[in-house]
């Protein structure tokens, strides 16, 4: 059958975005990963789906997959592209929406400049519902990697925080050299994180402003992670480093993300972007 979707970004992260209001099609992990492939497909970090709200109080249902097929729980980037979609495709006349994902609701309004605000809800501390292996919430553990190429035993220092998805953060002192490529992979899978995890390298400029890079759970590195910056905010926070307010660059571009500390929801604002349309046989 064919489907018709909507290729949009979030500072580079890219989506490809489906009507399951108007459309049906049920895609299989194997077609996911055969759209999300840059050659052969589409191409896309994430397929988004819009679908009809499963309960009374939200607006719409979100469905989010990455690239190699795995449904997920989060995706901020994604949220802000979600939102331009349905206001632009009419699918809403509401200028702030409330959207249920596979694990919690979110709400997201476009702003008079034309950029997203999501309030992406509080973060998660408490290991076993990131989940992560602890014994108790703190704000940095220790963590040892084994690499099986070189055969060595690393120790790294993270912080671990779910914005619904989970997320490791590291500090680094050169953004640009940041063993992304090598160190991600490991984290990704590593066993105190039995679900996996998304990988975040943050080097603080000053406590308003960070460099970020993320190794993304499914993906691999991406032009931007927008649960992985406020993960990066909340992280910096728990260790003392970072204002309520911070800007993150990232290779993408700039987020603004604020939080005000435990119990309060984080706030994210950035950009969302429509590249094309097209339609696809699947
Ligand atoms: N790009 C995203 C996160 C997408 C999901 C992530 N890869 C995961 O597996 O949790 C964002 O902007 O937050």
Request: glycine share 10%; aromatic share 6%; charged share 25%.
């Amino acid at each position: 059958m064919l489907i018709k979707f909507t290729k949009m970004h979030g500072l580079g992260n890219d989506f490809m975005v489906v009507d399951m209001i108007s459309q049906h099609a049920h895609l299989r992990t194997e077609q996911i990963k055969k759209l999300s492939d840059r050659n052969f497909g589409i191409g896309f970090d994430q397929l988004l789906l819009v679908e009809p709200p499963g309960r009374p109080d939200v607006d719409f249902r979100y469905r989010i997959f990455n690239a190699d097929g795995s449904e997920v729980e989060q995706c901020g980037n994604g949220a802000r592209c979600f939102a331009r979609y349905v206001i632009d495709n009419k699918l809403t006349t509401k200028n702030r929406i409330r959207v249920e994902t596979c694990n919690g609701i979110i709400e997201l309004e476009v702003t008079p400049d034309g950029r997203v605000l999501v309030d992406m809800g509080a973060p998660i501390l408490i290991p076993a519902e990131i989940p992560f292996v602890a014994d108790s919430p703190l704000a940095e553990y220790e963590l040892s990697v084994a690499s099986k190429a070189t055969e060595t035993q690393e120790k790294v220092i993270i912080s671990a925080i779910s914005m619904g998805n989970p997320h490791c953060v590291l500090l680094t002192d050169d953004i640009k050299t940041a063993p992304v490529e090598t160190l991600g992979p490991l984290l990704e899978s590593h066993e105190r994180f039995p679900n996996k995890v998304n990988v975040g390298f943050m080097e603080i400029i000053h406590r308003r402003f960070v460099h970020l890079r993320v190794y993304e759970r499914g993906v691999g590195e991406t032009m931007a992670c927008g649960t992985g910056a406020c993960a990066a905010v909340v992280a910096g926070q728990l260790r003392g480093l970072l204002d309520s307010s911070v800007e993150v660059k990232l290779p993408g571009g700039n987020l603004q993300i604020e939080w005000l500390g435990e119990g309060h929801p984080v706030m994210m604002k950035g950009p969302a972007t429509k590249v094309f349309e097209g339609q696809v046989r699947v």
